[in-house]
Structure formats: structure tokens, C-alpha cells
């Protein structure tokens, strides 16, 4: 927008003190540097570290800044990435977990004059610290909502790949839309794996058998929560189907059939966290000087969290749970319908 705004003053025979003024914003924007560090997962993974990953590039196309990413490859790497982009002179630095916390707390506190803004989560309370949070439970509602009311076996399935606030809020807000349509609908649609984790979010071989195994007990449509795990469940959503089962699945974090790459066609919807475009704004309010510490909290409201559209499996969710989901939503942002996870951020 910055260029933009350059080219059209320019071509307008701009007065000298407003050229001035943008170019002196361009050299602000190229003079800094936003930096990224990973989970455990990886720029790839599909989910939340390639989605936080795209805010940043999305920025630096828009304005012109330098960036650096670091990949972690596991936790013990955390504390010396978070520490690395201080000592290349980063402005901003984003680190994308829950599981970075004390990794972020302990370089903001040593580094005051260094801002972090941290994804999902909301437990550092620093004037440099910005956390990015979401109400998933919300989307994750409605998905509980349309994996009832689309299964053909009444059975449905979720798992986790950790048993963390920010993995355990999509399931609980899957399993109450579940119970809210069994409730309006006298139906007794069954929810497998509530409790189940694989204590990863690489293992993508748990994750295959996991879903196996929910599969083989009536299961026909599964959500993990998991990260590149979740890429297991795909394949083994794929052997079923070319099995002669017919087996969906419902990704998170990212529009799966964008992301996914596998089985795609298989994606009954996804629970979206919007997260480039909080990061790329983010990264933009700090690139023009006006970093806040406020939490940016995603809702339904404010399109932080959504549905994704059914894709491949529009013709197979019934009218009926269509008009319902469109009522629902509205009902939730009214607030008419309180989602509340105990995983929920608190605002």
C-alpha cells in the first residue's frame, strides 16, 4: 500500500513535503526486519506454522521489509531460535505455539526493547509481547455440527496431537456442536477419541493408525487436531475410500483442500484459524510503528476463525444442515448461542 500510495503522488505532481514524507515511510518499512520461528512441525506443515509462515511473506511483499524464518525441528531448539532473530536485530518476532511460550517470556523479559508476538497463546503479560489467540471452539462448533448431521453411520471421530489448551479447544467445540444437533434432532450420533492423543505433531504414522483403528469401529468421518500427523489420517481416509468405505475428514487450522495435498477430495470442511491475515496485519502495525501488546483474539464476529466451504462434498451435506449452520453462525456472533470450551481464550 506504501507503494502504492508513492506512485500515486507521484504521478499527481505530489507537493515536495508530501514525497518526503513517503518516502520517508518506505525507508522505515525497509529498514525493518520481522522474524518467524516455527513449532516443531515446520514451514510445510499445512497448518499453523506454514499459515503464521504466509502472513509474514504476505507483508514483506507489501512492504518491502527484510524477514528471516527459523525452523525448529523439536523443543529443544526453541529458547536458541527465539534467542537468534534478537541477536540479528530483528524488529518483530513471531513465534508460532503455545509450546514457545517460555521460550518467548524469557527473551521479551531480557530484551524490553524487542517486540514478540506469539500465536495461541495468552499467558505472557508484557508490554512487548502481542499474543494471537482464537475462540476455535466456535468454527469448531459448526464442524461438530455438519460431521453429525452428513454421517452415515452415526459415528464420528477426533483426536489431538498434544494434550494442549490450543489443541483440545477445536475437540470440545467439535464435540458440543455434535451434542447440539444430536439435542435439536433426537439423534444419538457417537463421538470416538475425545480423550485420545498421539503425544505428537510429526508421527504421521500414529496418525494413520489412529484413524485406522476409528475407522474399523464405525467412525466415517475423523478430525485430527495434529498438525502433519493429520496427513496420516488422510491416508488412511484415502485406503478406505479406495477400499469401497466411505470415509471423510475434517482438517483444521487451514482450508485443507488447499493445503492438505492428499485426499483433498475426502475433506468434508475445515476449521480455519485465519492466521496470515492477523500476522500479516500484525507484522504491518509494527512495521509502521504502532506495535500494541493487546491480545488480537480471532471470532467468528471478526472472521478470525470460519468454515471452509464443503469443496468436493457439497453435494453430500444436506440442505437442511446447510440452512442450520447459516443460523448458527449468526446465532453465535449475536451470542443467542454461547460456545464455551474451557480451552476458550479469556478476553
Not at 507537493?15 to 520481522?34: L, M
Not at 518467548?104 to 523479559?109: L, W
Not at 475437540?171 to 485420545?196: C, P, Q, R, W
Not at 476449521?271 to 504491518?284: P, Q, R, S, Y
Amino acid at each position: 500500500m506504501l507503494g502504492v500510495s508513492a506512485l500515486l503522488l507521484s504521478g499527481c505532481g505530489a507537493a515536495p513535503e508530501e514525497e518526503a514524507e513517503g518516502s520517508s515511510e518506505a525507508a522505515a518499512s525497509s529498514d525493518f526486519t520481522g522474524c518467524i520461528v516455527s513449532d516443531a512441525g515446520g514451514w510445510d506443515d499445512r497448518s499453523f506454522n506454514q499459515s503464521t509462515y504466509e502472513g509474514l511473506m504476505a507483508a514483506k511483499d507489501a512492504l518491502g521489509i527484510e524477514t528471516r524464518e527459523v525452523e525448529s525441528k523439536d523443543a529443544s531448539d526453541y529458547t536458541n531460535n527465539v534467542n537468534s532473530t534478537v541477536d540479528a536485530g530483528c524488529d518483530l518476532t513471531v513465534t508460532v505455539g503455545f509450546l514457545l511460550s517460555d521460550a518467548t517470556k524469557d527473551a521479551a523479559e531480557a530484551n524490553p526493547d524487542t517486540n514478540f508476538a506469539i500465536v495461541d497463546d495468552n499467558a505472557i503479560e508484557l508490554d512487548n509481547v502481542k499474543p494471537i489467540i482464537y475462540d476455535t471452539a466456535q468454527a469448531a462448533f459448526l464442524a461438530g455440527y455438519v460431521a453429525a448431521g452428513t454421517t452415515q453411520t452415526g459415528t464420528v471421530a477426533t483426536y489431538g496431537g498434544m494434550n494442549i489448551p490450543t489443541v483440545t479447544i477445536f475437540m470440545e467445540g467439535f464435540a458440543d456442536g455434535i451434542e447440539y444437533y444430536n439435542e435439536e434432532n433426537g439423534t444419538d450420533v457417537k463421538l470416538l477419541g475425545s480423550d485420545s492423543f498421539v503425544d505428537s505433531f510429526d508421527n504421521r504414522a500414529a496418525g494413520k493408525t489412529l484413524t485406522q483403528n476409528f475407522i474399523n469401529e464405525g467412525a466415517d468421518i475423523i478430525m485430527p487436531v495434529a498438525g502433519p500427523v493429520g496427513l496420516g489420517t488422510m491416508e488412511a481416509v484415502v485406503e478406505a475410500n479406495d477400499g469401497g468405505k466411505d470415509v471423510k475428514a475434517v482438517w483444521v487450522d487451514s482450508d485443507g483442500y488447499e493445503t492438505a495435498g492428499i485426499g483433498q477430495e475426502y475433506i468434508l470442511t475445515s476449521v480455519m484459524k485465519l492466521m496470515g491475515d492477523a500476522v500479516e496485519n500484525i507484522v504491518t502495525e509494527s512495521a509502521e510503528g504502532n506495535f500494541s501488546a493487546e491480545p488480537y483474539v480471532g471470532t467468528l464476529e471478526n472472521g478470525g476463525v470460519d468454515l471452509a466451504p464443503f469443496h468436493d462434498q457439497e453435494g453430500n451435506v444436506p440442505e437442511e444442515v446447510k440452512t442450520a449452520i447459516e443460523d448458527l453462525k449468526a446465532k453465535i456472533i449475536d451470542g443467542e448461542i454461547k460456545v464455551e470450551s474451557k480451552s476458550s481464550p479469556q478476553q
